[in-house]
């Protein structure tokens, strides 16, 4: 059946004909009396149900035995004869087997092995679990829509390398919180000390020539409600999405919301500051949110829609915290507020290019072609900026406040 399967076409068909002549040739054998298969591939005195109940997995995501199965003819090739004791059989020959490029090398070399051939019960079912390996597999629930998907993640996670990047990121903001709350005695609304746009990590639009504040500024906070609200969001969705896609992806992801953020807050509120990591922690939690009503009927995690609308009632609150600090009446020696824009662009980069992200479990993003379409249209949004930047400010005579 293995060899059979090996000789499949491009689209995962394989020849009929040898399928049943092999499986016929090796259940004779073993049962020293040749049962041997009829023409509609039903094995005598056995069933060809029970003989192949695990080709659908042996297949992959190929399709299921009745796509699979298609007669030699249909598979084109040159006809080749055999047989022994003077039977002759025609044989499909088919090109080696070809897996979409779109798979990474070592989800093929699974396909091909056939450790694809996971176990069919539920993993809430798994018994004798620990602590640990239950919350891989709360993290599998989470994040994965299909099940074959949270049984291959399930079986083959590795605890090393941990999920350092998110937990560095959040660590880093509470130390740094902490040491302005210190020395600035002050806990909440940090921005209206005068001291505190002085910091060399926040972004202000007079020091847009020092391009490293476009991504440092993540690491200060307005006061102690916004740090706890990033902080949260940042463990409970930022973590499980590392362990499952990778620190690359998600790092990828979330700074690219915290550029966007910053660089359209440039464009669109050219006078105001800004400091947070709230287009990065909007990135995550817009991809995860679309991810989850993409494929709302897989998605096993408990209480979704309750979950989901207090998400959005708690992102949308911080939103309008957010404008509401943004336009109200400044300390005269503070200036304008931070902006609120970079949520809005850490939403917009989250449901783009997250959701594609996201979407690519066990996939190479390079071999997609939406892939790259929304790494132009991010590529092309930086190259504005970087002139809107340059030349804008000038042009437009722009007011800005002084630089502290």
């Known amino acids: ?111 091909a092995n056939g450790q694809r051939a996971l176990p069919r019960d539920g993993l809430l079912d798994e018994p004798g679990l620990g602590v640990y390996k239950r919350f891989v597999r709360y993290v599998a629930y989470e994040i994965l829509p299909r099940e074959v998907d949270r049984h291959w993640y399930f079986y083959r996670h590795r605890s090393c390398p941990p999920p350092v990047f998110m937990a560095s990121v959040t660590l880093a903001q509470i130390i740094v919180f902490l040491c302005y709350g210190a020395r600035l005695n002050k806990w909440v609304l940090q921005t209206y000390h005068p001291e505190y746009m002085k910091s060399p990590l926040v972004y202000h639009p007079g020091h847009r020539a020092r391009a490293w504040r476009f991504l440092t500024y993540m690491f200060m906070h307005v006061g102690l409600e916004q740090l706890g609200f990033n902080a949260l969001l940042q463990l409970m969705i930022g973590v499980p999405l590392e362990m499952v896609h990778g620190l690359l992806r998600i790092s990828l992801l979330y700074l690219a919301g915290v550029l966007a953020g910053s660089l359209t807050v440039s464009i669109t509120d050219m006078r105001a500051p800004v400091v947070g990591g709230s287009g990065g922690v909007y990135a995550l939690c817009s991809a995860h949110l679309a991810n989850v009503v993409m494929n709302w009927a897989g998605m096993r995690c408990p209480y979704k829609l309750l979950r989901m609308v207090l998400a959005l009632v708690c992102m949308s609150s911080e939103v309008g915290r957010a404008v509401w600090l943004r336009f109200s009446p400044p300390l005269p020696a503070s200036g304008p507020q931070p902006s609120f824009m970079a949520h809005l662009a850490g939403a917009v980069v989250g449901v783009s290019m997250g959701l594609t992200i996201l979407r690519s479990y066990e996939e190479r993003l390079r071999d997609q072609c939406g892939w790259w379409v929304v790494l132009l249209a991010y590529g092309t949004f930086l190259l504005f900026a970087i002139f809107w930047n340059v030349f804008a400010y000038d042009l437009l005579g722009a007011h800005i406040p002084p630089p502290p």
């Not at 049962?35 to 192949?52: Q, T």
């Open 1 to 111: 059946m293995l060899v059979a399967l090996a000789q499949s076409n491009e689209q995962g068909q394989v020849c009929y004909q040898e399928l049943v002549d092999l499986v016929s040739a090796t259940v004779g054998g073993q049962l020293g009396r040749g049962p041997g298969l009829d023409r509609h591939g039903a094995l005598a005195g056995v069933g060809w149900a029970g003989s192949c109940s695990s080709l659908p997995f042996l297949l992959g995501r190929a399709g299921d035995v009745g796509q699979a199965l298609r007669p030699c003819e249909d598979l084109g090739g040159p006809l080749r004869q055999g047989g022994s004791g003077g039977s002759t059989a025609a044989y499909a020959r088919a090109p080696p087997p070809q897996i979409s490029s779109k798979r990474s090398s070592s989800f093929k070399r699974a396909i």
